[in-house]
């Protein structure tokens, strides 16, 4: 696999995309005080970043409102309360699940959104409805992603089969998600150099999602970016479900083109993130998170040692192998 | 560069070490429990952990030995307390900075001492004194490693000839030390490539020893393995000055050959790091530790940052250009 590109110089095809308030809504169900999101926008547009995800366009009818935070659905008003008309460099992004969204409902003609990427969130068993979604969207105006989660517990050809798949959809950017934080660098190398490959014969961008199970979310950030992937997801102090991600200070103090600009993200830790760790929203790598990792299991059983405040390690470890 | 060995498979010539007290100590100034320390050595033999470093060998004249916890000066009679004539697999490690021991006074011929590896830790200008006592603990019968620091901060033109110099020397391994925590992988390959291509000609093992102030100390050890170092440090818990090291519990599991044993590392966690972070003993990665990193600086200055529980990022950082 080549390099493209050296540790001094800089790519202008990288686009960093914070993805603080969907993932990290994962943490506190979406319940961002207002101020917070405006704070995070402002500092977004300050220090670079050239995509700003809100959070989910969840269904109604699925999800209760009364239940989740307003990010969960990602109103167009909530999001204009924010942003107005975004007259930014940055564009605005938000996630749609697959089965979970009414987007023929949820998701208005780009003229009338400020909404510029849906990225759309899929398992290797529901390509063909994300492939759906994608082509809807695409017609509908908006530049579209597809994150296929949970890669390294589906099967290699199924993968295979979806990326071929994909290739011939309208989308712009394949993700590689590493949703168990489980995939070492020599994995992602390989698999974004499969995903490129077949993004570069169909004219498709490549993305990259890591967790931070095994603390290697910056580290396979960058490898994958090193041989070419160009969309760059991070969460302002690693925030996200479980282990966290790539944390945005890491990455832009990596990046070298002279528009990323750490300041702000400085500004934002030390303003809103530091206290909100203090209030108790807790995540970031940890060892439950390690173990589930290492066995490549989805961390819903180490949020819940989290929650419970456990620390019996043992117990839980031989737990992930019943 | 080329891969040695596969994901799946082992490489028996990896050798695992771990540096907690070491390097850890200079965390809490070597003032470990007394069970502390036997509960650690009883994990590391558990576990299959090939080296143990207990401490340094530091000069009595130059520091007040009622200043610091023994592990500082590691006299024979301490760590024989711990481990008796140590009737196990695993061998036992100290290190000696060069100006800064005694070790014509302070270390034993190898017939009287547990101690089976002598490691010596230098700056690139002092690798003459560095290489006279090299050559004179493997006279006395030990092994020895080289472990020059701070190589991010030195001319590459004088690595070089520090290189080649240790290379005509009697030490067994030469380690790559990213003392900063600056280094990104693609940097520790260069270095350990340039580091295997210089040991292999002259029958020398390498070894990497990594900070974590950008999180990268665990991918950076795993990715100097990959391509053929195989003295890899790691610490309980990441256990280490400022940001810490590689964390054991993740190198452990992801080396693949059976000797190696998880079990005994999260019981150590569980029953002793746990207490002591709570203890208030503080270590790891936070937004100091990376601007530090990220300017390729000693952590120095975040360290008194941390200690004076300062959270203001943007003054720091700019101290930082001062």
Known sequence: ???????????????V???????????????FEDDFVKNLYTANVASGVDYMEFGYKASKEIFDVKEFGKWKFCDEDDIRAVVGDNNTDMKIAVMAD???????????????????????????????????????CAD???????????ISAAAEDELDIALNLLSKSKVNVIYLVD???????????????????IGEKTGKLVGIHAHNNQ????????????????????????MGRGAGNCYMELLLGFLRNPKYNINPVLRFLQNRIVPLK??????????????????????????????????DYIDFYHSLFG
């Open 1 to 15: 696999m080549e390099q493209r590109g050296e540790l001094v110089s800089f790519r202008p095809d990288i686009k």
């Open 17 to 31: 995309v914070d993805c603080t308030i969907r993932d990290g809504g994962l943490v506190n169900n979406f319940e």
């Open 98 to 136: 697959v089965g979970r969204t009414d987007y023929k409902k949820d998701i208005l003609p780009k003229k009338d959104s400020v909404i510029d990427m849906i990225r759309i969130a899929t398992y290797v068993n529901t390509i063909p409805a994300a492939i759906e979604m994608i082509n809807y």
């Open 140 to 150: 509908m105006g908006y530049e579209t992603t597809i994150n296929i989660m949970a």
């Open 179 to 197: 949703s168990y934080g489980s995939l070492f660098p020599e994995q992602i190398r390989r698999y974004a150099d499969k995903y490129l490959k």
């Open 215 to 238: 603390q290697l979310a910056f580290a396979n950030t960058i490898e994958a970016c090193a041989i070419g992937v160009s969309y760059l997801d991070a969460t302002m102090g690693g």
């Open 278 to 311: 203090k209030s108790g929203v807790v995540w970031g790598c940890d060892v439950q998170y390690m173990l589930t990792g290492q066995r490549n299991q989805h961390p819903r059983a180490a949020i819940e040692f989290t929650n419970q405040k456990r620390e």
